[in-house]
């Protein structure tokens, strides 16, 4: 069975660097798409970018552009969005999800919640 | 930028139909999949390619795609469904565009 299984809750402060994981089994995951997306309290999804773990291809949504870095290591199927300089508008869950060959994303990771408050 | 609007909310009645829309320019040239979200829990994705269902989720769910707007119907609503809907494109430059969101409420 196809599982993405992400890291868990993060309590940052400000200013704070930070780096996330979620981690596939289930499927050969060098040859499909990973995608970040963005849930901040009470909103909708935000898209924030995709990567081919096969060679570390990321791109990313102009809103997120500059903003977090997405990575991968093959070796333990896993990706990762990191932060330089965490915000408190940074606050959300944060979800994984793999894109499959029509552009749909399924499964999701379970979210992985980061609280940032001084 | 790519943007997907859908109404805030919906209610429906058990048994009965509910229809949510989500615009967008040009939404029938793209691919539209579906997800809902009930609280507290990650999106499951209920139709894809506009009107494809994933096993495992019910035949009450279909979709529809044509000009600038792809419709997921629930047929015979159950109070299971009630939850929030989202739409989802790709867009070349924007990359996976979503919906606003839509709460389903069963009444």
């Known amino acids: 069975e196809v599982h993405l299984v992400q890291s868990g809750a993060e309590v940052k402060k400000p200013g704070e660097s930070l780096k996330i994981s979620c981690k596939g089994s289930?499927?050969?995951?060098?040859?499909?798409?990973i995608a970040w997306i963005r849930q901040m309290p009470g909103k909708g999804l935000e898209y924030m970018g995709i990567?081919?773990?096969?060679?570390?291809?990321?791109r990313y949504s102009p809103s997120f552009q500059g903003q977090v870095t997405i990575s991968a290591d093959t070796s333990i199927s896993t990706v990762y969005l990191q932060w330089r300089s965490l915000k408190a508008s940074d606050t959300a869950i944060y979800y994984c999800a793999r894109r499959k060959d029509l552009l749909e994303f399924d499964p999701w990771g379970q979210g992985t919640l980061v609280t940032v408050s001084s | 930028s790519y943007e997907l609007t859908q109404p805030p909310s919906v209610s429906v009645s058990p048994g009965q139909t509910a229809s949510i829309t989500c615009s967008g320019d040009k939404l029938g040239e793209k691919f539209t999949s579906w997800y809902h979200q009930k609280p507290g829990q990650s999106p499951v994705l209920v139709i894809y390619?506009?009107?494809k269902r994933p096993s495992g989720i019910p035949e009450r769910f279909s979709g529809s795609n044509s000009g600038n707007t792809a419709t997921l119907t629930i047929s015979g609503t159950q109070p299971m469904d009630e939850a929030d809907y989202y739409c989802?494109?790709?867009?070349?430059?924007?990359?996976?565009?979503f919906g606003t969101g839509t709460k389903v409420t069963v009444l």
């Open positions: 989802q494109a790709w867009d070349s430059s924007a990359g996976g565009v």
């Open positions: 289930g499927f050969l995951f060098s040859t499909y798409w």
């Open positions: 390619q506009d009107d």
């Open positions: 990567i081919y773990p096969g060679d570390s291809d990321a």
